[in-house]
């Protein structure tokens, strides 16, 4: 909540920092398919973008994008002027994909901007944050194995304490955090919303 709300927006490094924290706990995507993600791979949907994601050993799958973030990465691309290639270059105006590594260290950042504890805060354990909270929130086990592109639903399960149905994009759960309406992006009044929890521990790689 502290990292969502605490945006620094003063340098260029600051703000790609910020969307890709957001984006990991809105997608739930691990560190290297979020490097990779491009512009010309996030398609145009009612309630958002759909983010065609390459995941582990090749395998493609679609993930939804909640209103609040798709807004989120809507400007980001305006004012950065990206129109195809990597969504997060590896500096201003470029054309590279950052790496892994590099998203492992906006996320540290972001959390001592904050003031978070940063032995907790970890691309995986923001994964693991949004897998508990959706669930509790009424997304169900079958969604989020579809959007964290799981092949097993019990490594799903091994994310989450509870679990009741139905359905949408999982980040959903962080709209409030960001002030807009969770169903259709339009601004909204901010909510109380839990603290980033734990979860049970997982390999980072699944």
Do not use: M
């Amino acid at each position: 909540r502290a990292c969502l709300a605490r945006r620094a927006t003063s340098t260029w490094l600051e703000r790609r920092d910020w969307l890709l924290f957001a984006c990991l706990l809105g997608l739930g995507l691990r560190r290297e398919e979020l490097a990779r993600l491009r512009r010309d791979r996030l398609v145009a949907a009612p309630e958002g973008f759909i983010a065609r994601v390459t995941a582990k050993r090749g395998k493609e799958g679609s993930v939804p994008v909640p209103a609040w973030l798709s807004g989120e990465i809507d400007r980001w691309c305006h004012g950065e002027g990206i129109t195809a290639g990597p969504l997060f270059p590896s500096h201003e105006g470029g054309a590279k994909a950052i790496c892994g590594a590099t998203v492992w260290n906006a996320v540290k950042r972001t959390a001592e901007r904050a003031g978070v504890d940063l032995r907790r805060s970890t691309p995986h354990a923001l994964r693991r944050t949004l897998a508990t909270l959706a669930t509790q929130q009424g997304i169900s086990l079958r969604d989020l194995q579809l959007s964290f592109l799981h092949a097993s639903q019990a490594t799903t399960e091994r994310y989450v304490r509870a679990s009741r149905p139905p359905s949408e994009a999982p980040g959903r759960v962080f709209a409030d955090l960001v002030g807009v309406d969770a169903s259709d992006g339009r601004a909204a009044d901010a909510e109380a919303a839990p603290s980033l929890g734990r979860g049970r521990r997982t390999s980072e790689d699944d």
